[in-house]
């Protein structure tokens, strides 16, 4: 795995640290709650339980529940809630618990937290970090499986980051809590590294110990190669990996681009990487049509159509709702079989 | 639970007051709706005009705005609706930034981006949505951060009475309660959801019953009677600067024209009413009655608010378009 973006100065004699991608984005709120008192965190199952998929582990005992703060089933409440706390100059973090629950809450996040600093002519600033849960791949079907970024993405308003590793997890963490606009911040299920799900060998990663940012808006190269770029995001940035590793041996030099935030988009490294590579597969968890994977294409082709040797394959959820039976979600989510076919198609 | 009664005489220069700021929204109305409709005709292109889109007017609401606000200061926070002109008006929004952003210029509070039901005034924490209850739950954020920072700031949310059937609206009251949030709800209830009269939207006979749901205080000021608002709203602003928690005010008013500029309102039946149920000469009666008010002090009042207007209206044709190249400004910070 390639991190970049870290501080360079470390102690020799320090050995590296491997944190969960959960440990990870907790430790990158509670340094800037230990930093900020304006800092706090709201959601359901926040506070005792530590969040369903691990996001708050620790922070209760630690900054007690004045700052870390369980909420009724009310998303519409509390989504509005911290955009006013915001808006009168506190730094709220609130937790939907999962992405999939936008729809009780969209208007909040879209009509209200999303439009007010554009509305008030830049006025009034509202510096609040969205966290949730996406993605699919342990049978939780067609409520509770989707990604969505695409949505929140094709909304104006909201930057949205969405880490892939442990490092990251961090580093977007800080960096969204820093930002004065809102940040729709989306950790996948499947990359916390949690005890109970099935997980990416990838979901440990090195973590520095100090506070630092990862810069919105950057992607990353997470593998350099000359044959064919791989552009994704979360998740599937570790099956791009393990299967541009496999394919190394067919002699297909894969680069995979950890895109890592989709807003703002960074344009410029999809561009200079397919002008690299010549040949583009998008993997995207999310669905198909109207989504990221054309946006990433549009990207290409808008600015020159000729950087492309071979036609771009798309990689994503067929446009149907995530199914429940094993097999079936299996079929539509982006597994490394797809990945591997789509870069064998593109490379033919 | 209910408010306590207290049926206290206000001091004259309260009464005055009350009168002076429903006065200065009239005005302001009027001559917005004079300005809106004065370049459509012939014919009505909602589009057309100095001022273009939706217009919502809140002639005959002014009770529940003075009354209310009349207990509040510039470091307490007020949600309004897409109605929302009285309410900024009365909690002491700039008027002339106001005209400016309904006018769609660059010297709005908004620099054109918001719109008459999009306007922001952070000077005095006022701000308002075009959707119904989404107003709410905002309120609780600020109620929540002057809690956070000490001091007694309240925020008042104000909404229609076709709000309290969102979920929005249920949503909110119960985060108030259960945080005991330093919040005021008010519920303008002029009995229409546009055209849809308020039995055929709503079970209850009173907003204010809802209260008890959610175990704070409930109260129902009839007859648009800007002296009850006042003293129900002074007992609820008071519990929500003690500490003590939300308390949840409907206000029987009256919407005295369309639900929007252009609105034909055929389906309203009690049109020929609504100029006798008009509170503002009611209130003016009263006062002179009383001897708080005489005519000359009357027509004082109503020329200092011409006045007022007039200004207002007169920077916001001096302020520029927007310039178009700046369309995708203020997206973010």
């Not at chain 1, 394959?313 to 079929?331: F, G, H, K, N, S």
Request: with cysteine; aromatic share 6%.
């Amino acid at each position: 795995m390639t991190v970049v973006d870290q501080p360079t100065s470390r102690s020799p004699a320090v050995p590296p640290r491997r944190l969960t991608m959960a440990k990870a984005m907790v430790e990158g709120i509670a340094s800037e709650m230990e930093r900020d008192p304006s800092v706090f965190y709201l959601g359901e199952d926040v506070g005792a339980y530590g969040g369903i998929f691990s996001s708050t582990t620790g922070l209760l005992e630690r900054f007690g529940p004045e700052r870390v703060r369980d909420t009724p089933i009310s998303e519409t409440a509390f989504m509005g809630l911290a955009t006013g706390a915001a808006v009168e100059g506190l730094r709220p973090i609130v937790e939907l618990m999962f992405a999939d629950f936008f729809g009780v809450c969209m208007d909040q996040i879209s009509n209200h937290m999303a439009k007010i600093h554009f509305e008030s002519g830049g006025n009034v600033k509202v510096p609040v970090v969205v966290t949730s849960a996406v993605g699919g791949g342990y049978s939780d079907a067609a409520q509770h499986s989707q990604c969505l970024w695409g949505t929140f993405a094709h909304l104006p308003g909201m930057k949205v980051v969405i880490p892939s590793n442990p490092a990251d997890a961090k580093g977007l963490m800080i960096a969204a809590i820093r930002d004065d606009n809102p940040v729709v911040y989306l950790f996948h299920k499947g990359a916390m590294g949690l005890p109970w799900m099935s997980k990416t060998h990838r979901a440990l990663g090195e973590v520095p110990s100090e506070a630092y940012e990862t810069p919105i808006g950057k992607a990353v190269v997470a593998r350099s190669g000359r044959d064919v770029t791989v552009a994704t995001v979360s998740l599937s940035v570790h099956h791009a990996l393990d299967v541009a590793d496999e394919v190394a041996a067919d002699g297909i030099d894969v680069e995979v681009l950890d895109l890592r935030t989709l807003v703002p988009l960074d344009r410029e490294a999809i561009v200079e990487s397919v002008s690299r590579t010549g040949r583009l597969v998008v993997v995207d968890e999310d669905y198909h049509s109207y989504g990221m994977s054309g946006e990433v294409i549009a990207t290409v082709v808008e600015r020159d159509p000729s950087l492309l040797v071979a036609a771009p394959v798309r990689v994503a959820v067929p446009d149907v709702p995530i199914p429940y039976a094993r097999a079936l979600e299996q079929a539509v989510l982006p597994t490394p079989e797809r990945i591997r076919a789509a870069i064998h198609a593109v490379t033919r | 639970m209910a408010f306590a009664t207290s049926e206290e005489v206000l001091e004259a220069a309260v009464c005055v007051d009350l009168y002076r700021t429903m006065v200065r929204i009239r005005s302001f109305e009027e001559r917005i709706r004079s300005e809106y409709h004065a370049d459509k005709s012939p014919g009505f292109d909602i589009g057309a005009g100095r001022i273009p889109g939706e217009m919502h007017l809140a002639a005959g609401q002014e009770p529940v705005a003075a009354g209310v606000c009349a207990h509040l200061r510039p470091s307490d926070a007020v949600t309004a609706t897409h109605r929302p002109h009285h309410v900024a008006i009365a909690h002491g929004v700039d008027m002339a930034k106001m005209a400016a952003e309904i006018f769609g210029r660059e010297g709005g509070l908004g620099h054109g981006r918001g719109g008459h039901m999009h306007l922001f005034d952070p000077a005095v924490h006022f701000s308002c949505s075009g959707i119904i209850a989404e107003g709410l739950p905002p309120a609780l954020g600020q109620a929540f951060a002057f809690r956070h920072r000490g001091g007694d700031d309240v925020a008042v949310a104000v909404t229609g009475e076709g709000a309290a059937n969102q979920g929005a609206f249920h949503e909110s009251l119960n985060l108030a309660a259960l945080w005991r949030l330093p919040v005021v709800f008010v519920v303008e209830d002029n009995d229409w959801g546009i055209s849809v009269a308020r039995p055929a939207s709503t079970a209850v006979a009173s907003n204010a019953d809802r209260a008890a749901g959610y175990a704070m205080p409930g109260e129902r000021v009839e007859n648009n009677d800007v002296e009850a608002v006042y003293r129900a709203a002074g007992r609820a602003v008071a519990r929500a600067r003690a500490g003590e928690g939300p308390s949840l005010l409907e206000v029987h008013t009256l919407r005295m024209w369309g639900h929007f500029e252009g609105d034909p309102q055929t389906y309203r039946g009690d049109l020929a009413t609504v100029e006798d149920r008009d509170p503002i000469p009611h209130y003016r009666d009263r006062l002179l009655e009383a001897g708080i008010l005489d005519e000359g002090s009357v027509e004082q009042i109503a020329a200092d608010a011409a006045a007022e207007v007039e200004r207002a209206v007169a920077f916001a044709v001096a302020s520029p378009e927007p310039d178009p190249a700046a369309a995708t400004s203020y997206v973010f910070a």
